[in-house]
């Protein structure tokens, strides 16, 4: 079973309207968030993450947004530019842990800008 | 500061034979973890080391193992090959082992395909 799911395989917005990507969880030990960016035959790379004990963190023009009831998170980007385009994974991991546990990733959003 | 390295970046191996992937981690990390990324699972966490001990492993067969060498290198294996571990199979270091606020720094990967 999914512990971490994103929903929309893909996502198309015109550049300079804000991107909003979406991830759910289900995992009630996961406290800890990230958002990472992917280009074609490279590495993911990390954009920002949140702790649980927040709602909401800010960097340049990516914010993420954290809603616990819900187990639920967004990244908002604003304004979305040309070289966005890339596929956005939403990872997960019990910070707390004290053991590796691994981050356990959603399946993808792969964010399409128009010009 | 040099990123993490992998190699090599692409291997074609023959079902039934075994294989040896390398990971290089950023100078000063000590945790490495290894993570497999295919089409329809998306991205799965292997396993992790720190201090030349795996820490903890994620849902695979006993085919894929790991080590870790003093210098924080790590090298991962698969044995007997089978069709289905073709995947891109990526290597992420982080300065300590379970504190997700450190980061995960993620290598380009290894394209492994298995004919």
């Known amino acids: 079973d999914q512990q971490v799911k994103q929903n929309s395989p893909s996502l198309s917005v015109q550049e300079g309207r804000i991107s909003i990507l979406n991830c759910d969880y289900t995992?009630?030990?996961?406290?800890?968030f990230l958002w990472y960016k992917k280009y074609p035959a490279e590495g993911p790379t990390f954009l920002i993450s949140?702790?649980?004990?927040?709602d909401k963190n800010e960097d340049g023009r990516f914010t993420v947004f954290l809603n616990k009831s819900a187990k639920h998170l967004s990244l908002h980007i604003v304004p979305s530019q040309p070289g966005d385009s890339a596929v956005y994974f939403c990872?997960?991991?019990?910070?707390?842990?004290?053991?590796?546990?691994?981050?356990?990733f959603g399946k993808g959003t792969h964010l399409i800008i128009q010009p | 500061k040099a990123g993490v390295t992998q190699t090599p970046r692409y291997l074609i191996k023959t079902r039934g034979q075994q294989v040896t992937l390398s990971c290089s981690p950023i100078s000063g990390h000590r945790s490495v973890s290894w993570y497999q990324q295919t089409p329809g699972q998306g991205l799965q966490f292997l396993f992790e080391?720190?201090?030349?001990?795996?820490?903890n492993k994620g849902n695979f067969p006993g085919r894929f193992s790991g080590r870790q060498f003093s210098n924080s290198r790590s090298e991962m294996n698969v044995s007997t090959l089978e069709l289905g571990d073709s995947a891109l199979y990526l290597c992420?270091?982080?300065?300590?082992?379970?504190?997700?606020?450190?980061?995960?720094?993620f290598g380009s990967g290894t394209r492994l395909t298995v004919v």
């Open positions: 990872a997960a991991i019990p910070y707390s842990g004290g053991g590796a546990d691994g981050l356990t």
């Open positions: 949140i702790s649980s004990i927040k």
């Open positions: 992420a270091s982080s300065p300590d082992l379970g504190r997700a606020n450190y980061g995960y720094t």
């Open positions: 995992n009630s030990m996961f406290d800890y």
């Open positions: 080391y720190f201090s030349e001990t795996q820490r």
